[in-house]
């Protein structure tokens, strides 16, 4: 795989593009993305305060703040969502949309949001965007909040799989090379409450065509490592297994 320029943002596909923040330092990487469909542009999992300035500078190489009409927000932990107000002054629109889960809405009042939230569990989980693209929320509760939800692209077959594929490790990448399960072991045995939650989550995915997973933590996942992840986190013991 040719070297990939982290300080900028990566082109995952032509219409999706990750702009997260690279820290050498860390062991926890975070990976907001962003999708470009015509009139509507989607941010999904923002970020924290500190990755703020990097995130929004990405952005801006790729689209105008106010080009961005949609937020989706798959859980609410600060890691993933902290900057969420100070996006929303900066994108400085009335009509912007927040999509969630009622159970992450309650808890995203508190980071003193505006907007009016949707919530995708009243809405059939489904959203269609201005050019009738369909994108699917697939409810993935305690993994790892009881609102977590994960994002299926139907056009481009991409899973925004939020916390679920994530992993820690020093030597990170943005697309998995080598042995990356172990790291994403490590990450599901610390923050994924039990095996038996997470297999039920890996045998619904099974049912759906995954071209890509681009999970908000860990490495993206594509081709032949998309059903080896699923089917190795069908049988990990994590949370309560191994307490």
Known sequence: MPDIDLSDSVAVTSDIHWVGFYDEEARLHCNPY????????????PGSIPHFPTVMRKVIDIVSPEDISTIIISHQDPDVCG????????????????????????LLR????????YAVDKNSYKATLKSGRALEFIFTPYLHSPGAIATYD???????????????????????QGDFLKPMDEFHRLYM?????LARCM?????????????QHGSILEGANVQRAIEHLKTLPCGVDIL
């Open 203 to 215: 045998e619904n995915l099974s049912g759906l065509e995954i071209d890509r997973i681009l999970p």
């Open 83 to 106: 900057n969420l107000a100070v996006m929303e002054d900066v994108i400085g629109r009335k009509d912007l949309k927040i999509f969630a889960h009622s159970n992450t809405i309650r």
């Open 154 to 176: 139907k056009k481009t077959r991409s899973l925004f799989s939020s916390d679920i594929f994530g992993a820690v490790s020093k030597n990170w990448s943005l697309f998995a």
């Open 193 to 197: 409450p039990s095996g038996s939650i």
């Open 34 to 45: 962003l999708l470009i469909d015509g009139e509507d542009v989607a941010l999904i999992d």
């Open 110 to 117: 508190h980071y003193g949001i505006r907007s009016t939230p």
